[in-house]
């Protein structure tokens, strides 16, 4: 069934159940128009990012819990609302100082030098740029199946292959595989903790699967994507960022879309030596982080109280959601993340539509986990009230 976007859109806004039953890939007319020029593994890409957009849309209906984006639901905090108000008179500018600033914020966390650190439009921009530098046709890219998309979709996109080597039994990235996949590759995606699973290898682990690719194939980079690094509670977790300082071929991508609170914002950051981050800044927009951004995340990455307000929020919600689906007999996966994987035993999308259905936002199926519920955890009154619907739905 064909929907054009803006009908689509008009019955999502009237917020009918006639809406939900639409399917959520509409064959969109700009997508054909795009598609026909694309190879056909970035078509089916393109599609899935529509689907995407629609699902997102559905969730920002007023009144939806949102537990699909893996979002901090609280937001940054009142010091960051200040600097962004503060910095409302600068709009006109185009960001110079800012940049400096917040690079100086950064280094003084990290105890790294301003050559180690590169900024970024969210870390999505520094995921792209690091697909666009490090792979090609000939050398592709290590992304396992299923981790944080958007690096796979944008080498498909370019052309360049992608190895996807499965999550193991325990939903963790299987390392050894990724080893081998490695050979000749150009970029490894090493998400960690992974998106959507939740799962977190230790500093030990990560140490020696960076000395074996290295050996194995000198010529690849490791991207280790740390986004949700503040949520770790593994013991044996360690940041690699003295890995990226110590090593041409590793460096470390951040965040301001989670702790922080700073999802519509966009900024991020990636740390690593001046000679690895120089290959991605060809394909960096100029001013990338705008002004008011820049004053946030400045802010932001300061504010420790803050930060640890958040890291105990998000740990108290994220114990009581587990314990209520373990209590319910379902497995839980890895929770070392502001979201978790819970096996729900059903179709997850079709449960996923369900419950957009009774005002539920939860994330979408990741074949080929297919009765795989990805679960954002939001406020502890978000996730009483979203637990509330999801357990009758279960049963
Ligand atoms: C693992 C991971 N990396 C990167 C991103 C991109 O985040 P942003 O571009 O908002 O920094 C996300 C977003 O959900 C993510 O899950």
Request: charged share 20%; glycine share 8%.
């Amino acid at each position: 069934m064909a929907v054009s976007r803006r009908s689509f859109i008009a019955s999502v806004g009237a917020g009918t159940a006639g809406a939900l039953a639409l399917p959520l890939a509409p064959n969109w007319r700009g997508y054909e128009a795009l598609g026909a020029a694309l190879p056909q593994d970035a078509q089916q890409t393109q599609q899935q990012l529509e689907t995407r957009r629609a699902d997102r849309l559905l969730a920002a209906r007023p009144g939806m819990i949102r537990i699909d984006s893996n979002e901090n639901p609280n937001g940054p905090g009142a010091r960051v609302f200040e600097a962004i108000k503060a910095h409302f008179s600068e709009s006109n500018r185009y960001p110079v100082r800012g940049e400096d600033e917040l690079v100086a914020a950064i280094c003084k966390v990290h105890g790294v030098k301003p050559e180690n650190v590169m900024l970024g439009c969210g870390s999505g921009e520094l995921l792209r740029a690091a697909v666009r530098a490090f792979t090609s046709a000939e050398h592709g890219l290590v992304s396992p199946n299923p981790t944080f998309e958007a690096p796979g979709n944008f080498a498909k996109f370019i052309g360049s292959p992608v190895i996807a080597p499965p999550v193991d039994g325990k939903l963790r990235l299987d390392l050894d595989a990724m080893v081998a996949g490695a050979r000749g590759a150009g970029l490894v995606f090493f998400c960690n903790p992974n998106n959507p699973t939740a799962t977190v290898h230790g500093k030990g682990a990560v140490t020696s699967f960076v000395e074996q690719v290295n050996r194995t194939s000198p010529e690849t980079t490791i991207l280790v994507d740390e986004a949700y690094h503040e949520y770790v509670a593994d013991a044996s977790y360690a940041t690699s960022v003295p890995l990226a300082l110590a090593n041409p071929r590793v460096f470390v991508t951040r965040t301001f879309s989670k702790v922080f609170g700073m999802a519509g914002l966009r900024a991020g950051y990636a740390i690593g030596r001046k000679e690895t981050l120089a290959r991605m800044q060809p394909w960096l927009l100029g001013s990338n982080v705008n002004q008011l951004a820049l004053a946030a995340a400045t802010t932001a990455i300061a504010d420790a109280a803050h930060i640890g307000r958040e890291q105990r929020l998000n740990r108290e919600a994220r114990a009581y959601t587990r314990t209520f689906f373990e209590d319910a007999g379902y497995t839980v996966f890895g929770s070392d993340a502001n979201f978790m994987m819970v096996d729900i035993r059903k179709d997850a999308r079709a449960f996923k539509t369900e419950l957009l259905g009774k005002g539920v936002a939860v994330g979408r199926a990741f074949p080929p986990l297919n009765t795989h519920l990805r679960i954002s955890v939001g406020t502890m009154a978000e996730m009483k009230k979203a637990l509330a619907v999801i357990k009758p739905t279960l049963a």
